[in-house]
C-alpha cells in the first residue's frame, strides 16, 4: 500500500467513525424543537414503565415478600454462637468431675465459656402460623395497592390525555370563529371609510375580538399545562415538548358489550361482581383477613410456649486451664401466669381495630358501587347532551351565516351578529366539552368496575 492509498485509507476510517459519533449523539439527545408524539396507548404503556408511583409500589412488594420469608424462618431452628468472660469475687469449679477416679475439680475466678445454642420451637400457641399467614396478607396487600395504582394511573393518563385532545379541538374551533370575526372586522372598518356605520360598531367588534384573542391565549395556556401534567404521570419531566394524537370521537363498539352488562334485571349483581374484583376492595379485604390473623397471634399469648434447646461449648478456667467440652439438650416450657391484664388489653385492641378493617372495607364496598352508578348516570346525561349539542351546532352555524349576510347588507346590527358569533361559538364548545364529558365518564366506568388495562386503550 503506498502513502496516497493510506491517507484515504485513514481519512475514510476517520469520517465514518464521525458520522457514526453524530448519529449516536443526535439519538440520545432530543432537539428544541422537536416533540415526542404520543398516543394514548404509548402514553399508557410508558406511565406504567416509568412512572415513581408504581416503581415505589413495586418497591414495597419487594420489602413484603422479604417479610415473608423474615416471618417463616421463625419455624426453623435457631443457632446461636457465644463467647463469655466472668471475673467472680470468689473461686468457683471450672469443670464438673466426670468420675471418682479423677482429680478435684479446678478453682478459678476467670470463667471462660464458647460455644453454640440451638432452639427449635414446637409450639408457640399458633403464633408463628398466624404471624406467617399475617405476613402472606401484607404481600397481598401490598399487590393489591399496585394493581390500584396502576388502574388510577392508566385512568389518569386517559382523562389527561383527552383533555389535551379536548384543548385542541378547543383551540381550533376558537381559531376559526377569531378568523371569522377579524374577517368581519376588515369588512366594518371598509363600511366605516365608507361612512356606512358608525364608529361604534368598529369599537365593539375591536372589543370582540380582543376578548377571543384573549380566551384563545388562556385555551393555549391550559393546554400548555395539561402536557406538563401528562409529563408528570409519564415520569419526564415537565419542559418535555408532547404532541398527541388521538380523536375524542372514538367508536363506540368497543363499549358496547361492556355497557351492556348494565342494563337488564341482572344489572346489579354484575355491578357488585364488578366491585368485587377492584384492586382497592381486594386489598381491604386482605386487611380484614390479616386484622384476623393478628387477633389470632395476640390470643396465642395466653397459651404456652415448647421448645426444644441444645448447647454445646467449651468451658474453662484462668490461663484456660481445666479446658473441657460441655453440651446439654432439653424441651423447655413457659407459660404467662399474670401480667396485670397485658394481654386482655392487647385483645381488645386487635379486636377493634379487625371490626374498624371490616368497616372500612363495607364504607369502600358502598363507595365503589356509588361510582359505577354515578359513572353510568355522566355516561347517559354526556351521551344525550351530545345529541342536542349537535343539532343545536347546526343551527347556531345557519343563525351565525344568516346574520352576517344580515349584516353585510346593512339590515342587521353588529350587535345581534355578535350575538350569533356568541352563540355559534357556544354550541361549537358544548359539543366538544360533551364529547370529552362522555370519555371521561367511560373511563370513570372502567375504572370503578376494574376493567381499564392498557389493552382497552386505543
Not at 116 to 131: D, M, T
Not at 399 to 421: F, S
Amino acid at each position: 500500500m503506498d502513502k496516497k492509498e493510506f491517507l484515504w485509507f485513514v481519512s475514510m476510517r476517520l469520517l465514518t467513525l464521525i458520522l457514526l459519533a453524530g448519529l449516536v449523539f443526535a439519538a440520545s439527545l432530543k432537539t428544541a424543537g422537536a416533540a415526542e408524539v404520543l398516543t394514548l396507548t404509548q402514553a399508557v404503556r410508558t406511565a406504567l414503565k416509568t412512572s415513581p408511583q408504581i416503581r415505589e409500589d413495586q418497591a414495597l412488594i419487594r420489602g413484603a415478600v422479604s417479610g415473608r420469608k423474615a416471618v417463616r424462618a421463625g419455624l426453623l431452628p435457631q443457632v446461636n454462637g457465644y463467647a463469655r468472660y466472668d471475673r467472680l469475687s470468689d473461686p468457683v469449679s471450672v469443670v464438673p468431675i466426670q468420675g471418682l477416679h479423677l482429680p478435684p475439680p479446678l478453682f478459678s475466678r476467670d470463667q471462660y465459656q464458647a460455644g453454640l445454642s440451638l432452639k427449635l420451637p414446637l409450639y408457640e400457641g399458633g403464633r408463628l402460623r398466624s404471624g406467617i399467614r399475617a405476613a402472606v396478607k401484607d404481600e397481598g396487600i401490598a399487590r393489591a395497592g399496585m394493581a390500584y395504582a396502576r388502574d388510577t394511573l392508566i385512568a389518569a393518563v386517559t382523562d389527561t390525555f383527552n383533555s389535551i385532545l379536548y384543548l385542541k379541538a378547543l383551540r381550533r374551533a376558537k381559531e376559526k370563529v377569531l378568523t371569522a370575526i377579524e374577517e368581519t372586522r376588515k369588512e366594518t372598518a371598509l363600511r366605516l371609510k365608507l361612512g356606512r356605520i358608525a364608529p361604534l360598531d368598529l369599537m365593539e367588534i375591536d372589543t370582540e375580538t380582543a376578548s377571543e384573542r384573549l380566551d384563545l391565549v388562556r385555551i393555549r395556556e391550559t393546554g400548555k399545562r395539561a402536557g406538563q401534567q401528562l409529563c408528570r404521570l409519564l415520569g419526564w419531566s415537565p419542559s418535555t415538548a408532547v404532541e398527541i394524537r388521538g380523536s375524542l370521537k372514538k367508536s363506540d363498539r368497543e363499549n358496547a358489550g361492556f355497557l351492556a352488562s348494565f342494563t337488564g334485571p341482572k344489572s346489579s349483581g354484575r355491578i357488585r361482581a364488578y366491585v368485587g374484583k377492584r384492586p382497592d376492595i381486594i386489598r381491604a379485604g386482605k386487611m380484614v383477613e390479616k386484622a384476623d390473623e393478628s387477633l389470632a397471634t395476640v390470643r396465642g399469648l395466653r397459651l404456652p410456649n415448647v421448645d426444644l434447646v441444645g448447647d454445646y461449648g467449651r468451658h474453662a478456667g484462668s490461663g484456660f486451664d481445666g479446658d473441657e467440652g460441655r453440651w446439654s439438650a432439653g424441651i423447655r416450657l413457659s407459660l404467662n401466669i399474670f401480667n396485670g391484664g397485658l394481654i386482655s388489653a392487647k385483645v381488645a385492641r386487635a379486636k377493634a381495630k379487625r371490626d374498624a378493617a371490616a368497616e372500612a372495607l363495607r364504607r369502600l364496598t358502598l363507595k365503589a358501587e356509588s361510582q359505577v352508578y354515578a359513572a353510568l348516570s355522566s355516561l347517559r346525561e354526556a351521551a344525550a347532551r351530545i345529541i342536542l349539542a349537535a343539532k343545536a351546532r347546526t343551527t347556531a352555524a345557519e343563525a351565525y351565516k344568516i346574520e352576517t349576510l344580515r349584516y353585510r347588507q346593512g339590515t342587521g346590527t353588529v350587535t345581534e351578529l355578535l350575538k350569533a358569533q356568541a352563540a355559534w361559538w357556544q354550541a361549537r364548545a358544548q359539543y366538544i366539552k360533551a364529547l370529552f364529558d362522555r370519555q371521561q365518564a367511560v373511563t370513570a366506568l372502567r375504572l370503578a368496575t376494574a376493567v381499564i388495562r392498557p389493552a382497552d386503550r386505543q
